[in-house]
């Protein structure tokens, strides 16, 4: 860590994500450095404009200097860079979807916690202002108890030959986008609910993965039970759709960008005891959030993380949509 507090942060991959949009989120953050870069092409991790730039990850977490590493590779090695950069000493923020089922991630953290380190899923919608007002709202039964949850989160447009469309490198529509209106969900309710798949449908359209995921579920806690839906599709026209219904209200996010409102103002209505009002949120970059959050939470001065056991509860429920869907497919 620099003299000033500040968090040197080390990238693993220099990809689309990394390239376009989350190097600049930690440059432009307020407490955290991006002090080292690696890519398998080392031009492409320099440009990144980290202060050193590495052609090999493992050269990365080596380096001393190097407090938190940022993983944003395909899919599947997302566990084995987990485990090698905890093992190296190093604090992780791993792209979503953290591994690729829930046995794993239960391993991950548990590495994590003997090695006294923090892992982070960098679902990075939850650091928005508007989905930290829904879990306020929730908690104080704006809408009474949950009953009906509605999440999309569809486009069309997978360029061929993106790891997106290889089952092998953790591929897929559910794992890409699908996660996010399951995360949004999680987030909302106890830690105690209970998740039951009643259907699920994955339609592959001459692909090897799952193009669309569409998947039902039952919730249920002491506070409440009710039932929710999700639509996930790399073949569909560009969609956010979030929709929760309470005993009391229901509550919308409008503009259909739910999960992906980012430097450009987002509202919120809510529909209480019979009046709707909206709420409006000032245009915030959530990487950055996120990535200032971290930081803080790395030097001692608090910052917000999401729950590990959040990202547990999505990844379980993330097995049964698959283990539905194949039930499902084998029916006559
Ligand atoms: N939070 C978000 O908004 C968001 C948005 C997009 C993606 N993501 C997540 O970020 C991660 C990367 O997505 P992306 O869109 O940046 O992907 P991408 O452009 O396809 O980049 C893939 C990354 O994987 C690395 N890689 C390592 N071995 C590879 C191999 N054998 N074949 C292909 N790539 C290999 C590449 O590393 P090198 O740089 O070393 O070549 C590159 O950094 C995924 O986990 C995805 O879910 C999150």
């Given at each position: 860590m620099t003299e000033q507090g500040n968090v040197n942060?080390?990238?693993?991959?220099?990809?689309?994500?990394?390239?376009?949009?989350?190097?600049q989120s930690l440059h432009n953050a307020k407490n955290a450095t991006l002090y080292a870069a690696a890519a398998r092409d080392k031009g492409r991790a320099q440009s990144l404009s980290p202060k050193i730039a590495y052609d090999s990850y493992e050269k990365l977490i080596q380096d001393p200097q190097v407090d938190a590493v940022y993983i944003s590779l395909n899919n599947d090695?997302?566990?084995?860079?987990?485990?090698?950069?905890?093992?190296?000493?190093?604090?992780?923020?791993?792209?979503?979807?953290?591994?690729?089922?829930?046995g794993d991630t239960v391993t991950a953290y548990a590495h994590a916690q003997d090695k006294g380190l923090l892992l982070v899923e960098a679902v990075w919608s939850l650091w928005h202002p508007r989905a930290q007002r829904l879990k306020e709202l929730i908690s104080i039964n704006a809408i009474g108890s949950p009953t009906n949850y509605l999440g999309t989160f569809t486009f069309d447009g997978v360029s061929p030959g993106n790891y997106r469309l290889d089952p092998t490198k953790g591929g897929g529509a559910l794992y890409d986008v699908g996660i996010y209106p399951l995360h949004a969900l999680v987030a909302l309710l106890t830690e105690d609910t209970n998740y039951t798949v009643t259907m699920a449908h994955d339609e592959k359209l001459n692909e090897q993965v799952d193009m669309t995921m569409k998947a039902q579920f039952n919730f249920e806690n002491p506070q409440c039970k009710g039932s929710g839906a999700i639509v996930a599709s790399f073949a569909m026209h560009p969609s956010q759709r979030f929709v929760l219904k309470g005993s009391e209200g229901e509550i919308t996010l409008p503009g259909d960008q739910a999960f992906?409102?980012?430097?450009?103002?987002?509202?919120?209505?809510?529909?209480?005891?019979g009046v709707t009002s909206t709420e409006t949120f000032v245009a915030v970059?959530?990487?950055?959030?996120?990535f200032e959050n971290m930081s803080d939470r790395i030097s001692g001065n608090g910052g917000w993380l999401p729950n590990p056991w959040q990202s547990v509860q999505v990844a379980k429920i993330v097995d049964q949509v698959f283990k539905s869907a194949l039930v499902c497919a084998e029916r006559p």
């Open positions: 942060w080390g990238f693993i991959g220099a990809g689309g994500l990394a390239t376009g949009t989350t190097a090695a997302h566990l084995p860079w987990i485990i090698k950069s905890l093992d190296a000493g190093k604090h992780v923020l791993c792209e979503k979807p953290m591994v690729m089922n829930a992906t409102s980012y430097n450009q103002e987002s509202e919120l209505t809510i529909t209480a005891n970059d959530p990487y950055q959030l996120m």
